[in-house]
């Protein structure tokens, strides 16, 4: 008698197989490998477990299983995952969004939200910026506030529906400008902001940081600059976690002796491009804050402070340009 492959029995065998080659969070890969392959939703797992899996089907899980056992992100494997509410196309050209960062999003919304809430314009730029994530969910959020849903811009976790209805045209001029070096991860950031309607707001340049933006009559007019760039620095790198340091793109992390190639020109040119008052927000290392806080005080930035991720770790300098 033919063996019957029902949503049950897959769901636990990709959990066995997952767990016993120590992949992290066994159960929530399976329920991602399974719901991408059978095209549904996770809920629909747990509301069809005896439907059937056809021949087609188990193939292609097994293969994405075997590569997921042998430490592939998930993510990777299933070409989405989602960041501040929003499902965002990621690939192996661009680091996986992280919970980490939805802190420094929320924090410059809030930086953000009396400019927006008055009607008048923002303009933000956006460094490092790969799968596109801080720029589009600060878009979506900046948007929501300005069509009066306050509450959705600030509740993580807020249904992504309503959060995407939220696209109203802008009252004044909202620009953010994104900037990433690698051509692959480029592509990919520009579909995401496609897919979430957001090409009149977000802008997507390719180049080194601030690069993109010299050609432009930009200097001393951006209300926030925010960034993600590489930081882990030459000793820290073995200790990454296999899955990272094995996939993930090094060019993404790894930033040096001292992880600040990236951070300290960051800072050292953000009051070209700030206007007075105006914020800067770089995610680092928690390890890095008396360095970074440092360096905000050699670039003449003021109110220099290191802040909290959602996690409690030491995660984001925050300073302003002087007034």
Known sequence: MAETWTVRRLRSW????????????????????????????RMRLYMDPERLATDAERDQLRTLV???GQHEPVQYLVGTWSFFGLELEVGPATLIPRPSTESLVSEAANRLRPLVSAGTSVRVADFCTGTGCIAIALARTLIAVRAGRRQLAWQRGSDVSDVNACAEPVQAPLEVHATELVQEAVAIARRNVERHGLSGVVTIYEGD?????????????????CANPPYISDAEWAAVPRNVRDYEPAAALRAGHDGFDLIRPIVARASRWL?????LLVEISSSQGAMALSLAGEAGLEEASILLDLEGHPRVLAARARV
Do not use: M, W
């Open 14 to 41: 990709v959990k066995e197989y997952l767990a016993a080659r120590a992949v992290e969070s066994p159960l929530v890969c399976a329920d991602l490998l399974l719901a991408h392959v059978l095209n549904v939703d």
């Open 66 to 68: 075997q590569r997921a």
């Open 209 to 225: 940081l601030d690069r993109p933006l010299e050609a432009r009559p930009l200097e001393n007019t951006f209300d926030l600059i």
């Open 275 to 279: 206007r007075p008052g105006g914020s």
